[in-house]
Structures are given as C-alpha cells and as structure tokens.
C-alpha cells in the first residue's frame, strides 16, 4: 500500500482472479502447506502460517481446505516444493520480483524466461533487481482504525519501522526478523489486520505510458496465471486512464 497508485496498480487484478477462484485457492493452499512444513503447524506460533491463512480468508477460501492445506504438511507431498525467486525487467524500464513455489525448479525458470522475452522484458541474474526493493514486514489496517498521529504512535509502540497512511488505509512497515512481534502487537491494539505479510516493497515506482502499461499487463497476467507463481511484485505505475480501462 505504497500511496494510492498500489492500490490503482492492483485494482485491474481482482477481477481476474475472482473468475479464477480454483487456481486462486490452489496457490493460497500450497502457501499453507509450505508455510505450515517450514514452521510450526499452529499458526499462533507461525507467523508466515497466520499470514497465509489470512490471505485465504480474504478470498473466502473454505475452512476445509485451509484445514487440509495444514495437515498437508505432515505429508511427503510438501517436501518438494522449492521456494525460488525470478527477478527481470519488464516493458517501460520496470523491474519485477517474482516469487514461486515449485516442484521443477528448471520447468519454472523456462516458462518465466519465456513470459517475459513474449512480452518484451528479460529474466535477470538473482539480486539484479532487488536493490530497487525493500524486502519487508507489511502490516494494513483500513482508514477507519484510526488517524495518522494515532497509528504513527502504535507503530513506535508495536517496534515497526514506519506507518505510511493515505486515503486508502495505514501501512506499517518493519525489517522482516520483527514481522511477528510487530503483528503481534498491532493485532493486541486493533484486531486482525487487513493484510499480512513480507513482501518486495518498490522504493520509487516508474511511471509506464499507456501502449508500455498494456504490454506489462499482459506479462503480469501470464506469469500470474502460471500455477507455480505465488507472488508478483513490480516497480510500475499505470495511468489513471489506464487502470479505469482495465477494470472496465
């Protein structure tokens, strides 16, 4: 939640993935599943765990199936899927950071490669874009929660690095080894947050004109639409025109 144009970079996705709820909840279980073999099963004391199952719940994925996710974990099935992170640069001068979970770790890169040369970008060396990103713990509460003096207080409070509030809400920012103290005590202050989790954190978007903005849509979409990819994180932004366009 970076300012206003984060939430105007995201708001073309939801539509798709509301039309594509079982491939959505496949990759919300898997998350889970990892989450759950890499921790500890009870997400009391996980906060990746409690991070994932949250992320389930906000896209109304069954109790059964997190539930199955979980004990899914004390199986074999978890054991070979790799965590593995693509960084490239996309239409426009953009940099992207993608993050999947994948039992073929050479079938992956090939088709990640594939979408971003498709689509006018190049797959780049790890670490050749992740200097444009901050790699951290990011916590969001809607507006209502409270004004800006109150939340920058309970983020002194709660240890994070920073709460960045705008129209849209408050963000709190923190270095991933306090993620979990931090969201302990943001959730003790104001209840379960909106959202959870570490994620790649753009330190200065790039603006793309509307023919590049098309182009990095459609490369979004396909490395989206591929069942190992979990995550997408790029350095863009779209015209307003744009995004009313792609939500039309």
């Known amino acids: 939640m970076a300012g206003h144009s984060q939430y105007k970079n995201i708001m073309f996705r939801k539509g798709r993935q509301d039309k594509e709820r079982s491939k959505l909840f496949s990759k919300l279980a898997r998350e889970i599943t990892v989450a759950a073999k890499h921790g500890m099963p009870d997400p009391a004391h996980n906060p990746r765990l409690r991070s994932a199952i949250l992320a389930a719940r906000e896209e109304n994925m069954p109790k059964d199936n997190i539930e199955r996710a979980i004990k899914k974990a004390a199986g074999g099935d978890a054991e070979s899927i790799e965590e593995v992170r693509y960084e490239g640069y996309g239409p426009g ?20 490669r594939a979408a971003f040369s498709k689509f006018g970008g190049a797959l780049g060396e790890t670490n050749s874009v992740a200097f444009l990103f901050s790699h951290v713990g990011s916590i969001v509460y809607p507006k209502a929660k409270g004004n800006e003096d109150t939340m920058l207080e309970a983020a002194i409070e709660a240890g994070a690095d920073e709460c960045v509030s705008t129209d849209d809400g408050h963000e709190f920012l923190c270095r991933i080894e306090d993620y979990g103290s931090v969201r302990d005590a943001l959730e003790a202050k104001f209840g379960q947050p909106q959202s959870a989790s570490i994620i790649w954190r753009a330190q200065n978007n790039v603006a793309v004109n509307d023919e590049a903005g098309e182009t990095l849509v459609k490369l979004i979409d396909t490395l989206d639409d591929h069942d190992d990819v979990q995550r997408v994180f790029g350095n863009y932004e779209l015209s307003d025109a744009l995004v009313e366009k792609l939500a039309g």
Request: charged share 25%; glycine share 4%.
């Open 93 to 112: 001068g953009t940099a992207f950071i993608i993050e999947a979970l994948t039992d073929n770790r050479n079938r992956t890169a090939a088709d990640v």
